[in-house]
Each structure stands twice: as C-alpha cells, then as structure tokens.
C-alpha cells in the first residue's frame, strides 16, 4: 500500500498567516505524517511529547492553539481528527469529496479565517485571565479567613 496521500488544498500560506507558537507548526506536522487518510490519529499527549520532546504543558498549549486555529480537533482522549482540508486522502477524489462535504465556517479558506483564529486566541485569553482572578480572589478570600479564624482562637491554659 503505498503511503502517498493526496490534500484537497496547498495551506501553507494560510498556516503561515496564522502566527501559531513554533510548538503548534511542530505538533500539526507530526499529526499529519501520522494521520490515516482522512486525518484521524490515534495518539495520546505523552507519545506527541516524546516524539517531538516537548513538555506536556507544551504539548496541551500546542494543541489548544490548533483547536482554536480549527486545524486539529479532539474527538476524546487519545483521538484528534485534522481538518479535512489539511488532512491527506488515499486519492484527490476523497480529498475534494471531503472538503465539499464541510460545514462553511470549518473551511479553512471561509471569509475572515485569519482574523477569526486570532479573535478565538484572544476570548481565550480573556477566559484564563478571568480564571486567574477568581482563583486570585479565592485565595485571598481563604488567606484572610484563615487570619480571622487565627485571631479568634484563644489560648487555653
């Protein structure tokens, strides 16, 4: 069987205009090198990390950023599916049919893709900055609950 696999488009402009992190590119191209036609892979965060030697929080971060990017999708644990216009395909027929078979807004070359992703990366930000302050407000919450509660114990002699 050969290993030869066809894709409905040539994105590497597109990926380039992405500005992903250097992990991202990293993480995608691996994913595709060992994707089955039509992009499933079946590979958990520990084995990407050991293949390309990135830190599991480099590895989670990587795959965020393609998630947002709508190039990489997690399916569960230990399944990704690529998008299909990136993916490969065992003949440029599938490739098309896949690619005619997308909803608009997952194609890669829909109106305002680019401006899109980085409108995702910067909701996600906003979303770990308001999770910081919570958790920054909770631990301030319990520190002075802690020092109330220290200062109402008395000393029984």
Known sequence: MSTLRFAAVNADGLLSDLDLP???YRVLLK????SEPGGRILIDQATIG?????SRPSVNAALRSLELAKLV???RNGVYQINPMLAGYNSFEDAVAAVNEMAPEERLDARGYVASYHQAVAEYQDQLAEQRKKR???AAAKKAAESKRRRTLHAVG
Not at 31 to 34: G, P, T, Y
Not at 50 to 54: K, M, N
């Open 31 to 34: 994913l595709r090198s060992l």
């Open 73 to 75: 999708r997690k399916v």
């Open 50 to 54: 050991g293949l390309l030697e990135l």
């Open 22 to 24: 250097p992990a991202a």
């Open 136 to 138: 920054a407000a909770q």
